[in-house]
């Protein structure tokens, strides 16, 4: 356009009026950003959570059994040591 030509008033408003929907449309696009990223990481912190309480549960499980097996161990042992002791009598 290398000089100016007119245009025509229907098409400069049809343009304003599509600026101002987007300029309008802003400020509730942030927020819904912000409240999809406040979702997802308050999401990700309770998925988290639910894992670190699974992964608890079965250290927990694994130091019962062997605290069991501990207690079994111990008596059998005593027992073990108590017939030697008969025997090399």
Request: aromatic content about 4%; proline content about 2%; charged content about 5%.
């Amino acid at each position: 356009m290398a000089f100016p030509q007119t245009v025509n008033s229907q098409i400069t408003d049809s343009v304003t009026q599509a600026n101002t929907k987007v300029l309008g449309d802003s400020p509730a696009m942030a927020l819904s950003n912000l409240y999809q990223a406040t979702a997802q990481a308050l999401s990700n912190a309770a998925h988290n959570a639910t894992s670190a309480q699974q992964q608890t549960n079965v250290t927990a499980q694994t130091a019962t059994t062997m605290g069991v097996a501990t207690l079994y161990a111990i008596d059998t042992a005593s027992t073990a040591v108590g017939t030697s002791r008969i025997f090399n009598a």
